[in-house]
């Protein structure tokens, strides 16, 4: 069955991220057409980059790359849940995206963003670092308001839109994650 990463990026103590990220999950894995995992980096702390060698061109050697590598392997696409900093995406998000690479490759990867203006900037960023990735970057996503779609900006209270905006984003990353399935099967992640 199609794997689908759901990956939290934002670590920040009394962060909003989790409700966000915990909809995505629930409302995706009632689907029951893939299985949904939610991948939070807080499980998954990772050191700014220390790899001698750059993922792109030779196998990891740190313990916590490995780990982080080999749960991405398992993966067929992505839904990534990110705030917006500062205009743009977390830096720990970056990061982790930066500890791998082939393991992004021929992957397909969709949005799901949450700011005061919907996370727009972050996600923009993300698309131009997942392309570089060898990702299939969807064209739909979810854009959260963090001034309607919240009260009091800390309760996470998503309209249908939001419902009707996530399955079509499903929808994409499932159909490219399939139709990417026989490069992934042409170059396997060792
Ligand atoms: C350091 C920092 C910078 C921020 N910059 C922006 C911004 O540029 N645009 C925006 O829409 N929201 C911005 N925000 C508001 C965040 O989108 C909002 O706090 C959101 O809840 C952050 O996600 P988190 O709670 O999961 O960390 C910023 C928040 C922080 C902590």
């Known amino acids: ?45 990772l050191p700014h980059l220390d790899e001698a060698v750059p993922p792109m061109f030779g196998p990891s050697v740190n313990a916590h790359t490995r780990a982080w590598a080999e749960q991405l392997a398992a ?4 839904l990534v849940v990110t705030p917006e900093y500062n205009s743009g995406a977390p830096g720990v998000l970056k990061n982790a995206l930066d500890h791998a690479f082939a393991e992004w490759a021929d992957k397909a990867v969709g949005f799901v963003s949450y700011g005061v203006h919907g996370g727009v ?14 990702m299939a ?36 990353v499932l159909a490219w994650s399939a139709a990417l399935a026989p490069l992934r099967a042409a170059v396997p992640v060792a």
């Open 121 to 134: 900037c972050a996600v923009q960023q993300l698309r131009s670092i997942c392309s570089v990735l060898g």
């Open 1 to 45: 069955m199609t794997r689908i990463g759901i990956i939290l990026g934002s670590t920040r103590p009394n962060r909003n991220g989790p409700q966000v990220a915990h909809w995505v999950l629930e409302t995706a894995a009632r689907r029951g057409d893939a299985e949904y995992e939610l991948l939070d980096l807080r499980e998954h702390p």
């Open 75 to 78: 993966c067929d696409g992505f």
């Open 137 to 172: 970057v969807v064209s739909r996503q979810v854009t959260v308001s963090l001034h309607t779609d919240f009260e009091n900006h800390t309760v996470f209270t998503p309209g249908d839109r939001h419902v009707t905006a996530l399955h079509t984003t499903v929808d994409q």
